[in-house]
């Protein structure tokens, strides 16, 4: 299984991004697509994740309202879009998937992609 995550970029405050994730190597519909993000001299936090369903979405407090995931499954593909960018939304971004989780917001997924990094500058 491989992700390839790729859309970030370097964005001026209250601009947006939309990082895409895409999935090779297993069936897409049935899985748990998350983001995660690591700022320099942090841990790794939860950002958003959807369940295969696609009306199940879930968000860190941090974001809500002003990102949004989505999914395509035809195109085996995981998107974030992010708007109203602040410089605390600076950090590595990572998709990851899984089948089966047990708290969403945990890192408790089996596959991880490489990570894109977002700057957003004041």
């Known amino acids: 299984v491989q992700l390839q995550a790729s859309g970030g970029g370097l964005v001026q405050a209250g601009g947006s991004l939309r990082l895409s994730c895409a999935l090779s190597?297993?069936?897409?519909?049935?899985?748990?697509m998350a983001w995660f993000r690591q700022a320099p001299g942090q841990e790794r936090e939860f950002v958003a994740a959807?369940?295969?369903?696609?009306?199940?979405?879930y968000y860190a407090d941090s974001v809500k309202g002003r990102f949004a995931i989505s999914r395509d499954n035809a195109m085996n593909t995981v998107y974030l879009q992010m708007n109203n960018l602040k410089p605390e939304d600076t950090a590595v971004y990572y998709c990851?998937?899984?089948?089966?989780?047990?708290?969403?917001?945990?890192?408790?997924?089996?596959?991880w992609g490489q990570g894109t990094q977002v700057t957003v500058s004041s």
């Open positions: 959807i369940r295969w369903s696609v009306i199940s979405t």
């Open positions: 990851a998937a899984t089948g089966v989780v047990t708290d969403i917001r945990s890192e408790e997924y089996d596959y």
């Open positions: 190597g297993r069936p897409f519909s049935t899985l748990v």
